[in-house]
């Protein structure tokens, strides 16, 4: 079975596509591109996945990790707990 490809999305959440986070950076000093800004989020987001599979004791490959930071269900569990810490 493929595996079915799912990208995190805007939508209702008051999220910003990554052209706008581009924009944004650029326009206070940061030269960006969109490719740019999701190579940035996805990074971060990354990390997120390295501390929770560090927390739970599992290891991971990077492609596995990779493939977790990308996908939209982790991204939508990361905004849950940012709102819940907020």
């Known amino acids: 079975m493929k595996d079915k490809k799912t990208y ?12 706008t986070i581009a924009e944004t950076m650029t326009s206070i000093g940061w030269t960006m591109n969109h490719s740019s800004a999701r190579n940035h989020v996805l990074r971060v987001l990354r990390k997120f996945v390295d501390a929770y599979a560090t927390a739970w004791g599992v290891t991971l490959t990077d492609e596995a990790a990779l493939k977790i930071a990308r996908s939209s269900l982790f991204q939508e569990g990361v905004l849950d707990v940012l709102k819940d810490l907020q």
């Not at 995190?8 to 052209?19: E, F, K, L, S």
């Open 8 to 19: 995190a999305t805007v939508g209702d959440d008051g999220g910003i596509d990554y052209r």
